[in-house]
Antibody, heavy 117, light 110 residues
């Protein structure tokens, strides 16, 4: 069965950095685009990035462009989201998900990022 | 501000049908057959219910159906059950290598 397990969330000060990871299993990881989606407390879903199968290209929402970097390691079935210059408005649950720009089919349980001084 | 517009709430009694709308533009919902719907229970991750406007993933009850007309997509839940009470989100290909979401609709089973 498809499993996506995020890790790396926590409390960070404004301007700081954090690196999220997502471990995938139960499917041929290198065959799929992958995505990060976040949800601020009590708010709706926001797509932030997706990455192609090879990892050579990632696309970003304007809200994170230039601050976040999405990468993947197909040998380790893993995704990474490097988040720099964090702001209070980046506080959210971060989900990794299987899929790209048309739909996402499976979601992880999420990891919480809190940006606060 | 969300890219796609959903009503904040919807409700129905057990056994009834309810329809949730998702309005975009010709650049997203109206331009592509890539509308999806997700169900999210409190404290849980979203779950895909409908993809490519009308298709149901394996395991999703056929009480859930999707449709689209012009720039508006709709999710209909027939034969409402207590466990259908949740937040529902639509998404669409945004036309620029992006995915856009609606603001979400809280479905209450009365």
């Amino acid at each position: 069965q498809v499993q996506l397990v995020e890790s790396g969330g926590g409390l960070v000060k404004p301007g700081g950095s954090l690196r999220l990871s997502c471990a995938a299993s139960g499917f041929t990881f290198s065959d799929y685009y992958m995505t990060w989606i976040r949800q601020a407390p009590g708010k709706g879903l926001e797509w932030i990035s997706y990455i192609t199968t090879s990892g050579t290209t990632a696309y970003y929402a304007d809200s994170v462009k230039g601050r976040f970097t999405f990468s993947r390691d197909n040998a380790k079935n893993s995704l990474y989201l490097q988040m720099d210059s964090l702001r209070a408005e980046d506080t959210a649950m971060y989900y990794c998900a299987r899929g790209g720009r048309t739909t996402v089919t499976y979601w992880g349980q999420g990891t919480l990022v809190t940006v606060s001084s | 501000q969300s890219a796609l517009t959903q009503p904040p709430s919807a409700s129905g009694s057990p056994g009834q049908s309810v329809t949730i709308s998702c309005t975009g533009t010709s650049s997203d919902v109206g331009g592509y057959n890539y509308v999806s719907w997700y169900q999210q229970h409190p404290g849980k991750a979203p779950k895909l219910m409908i993809y490519e406007v009308t298709k149901r993933p394996s395991g999703v009850p056929d009480r859930f159906s999707g449709s689209k007309s012009g720039n508006t997509a709709s999710l209909t839940v027939s034969g409402l059950q207590a466990e259908d009470e949740a937040d529902y989100y639509c998404s669409s290909y945004g036309g620029s290598d992006n995915l856009v979401f609606g603001g979400g609709t809280k479905l209450t089973v009365l």
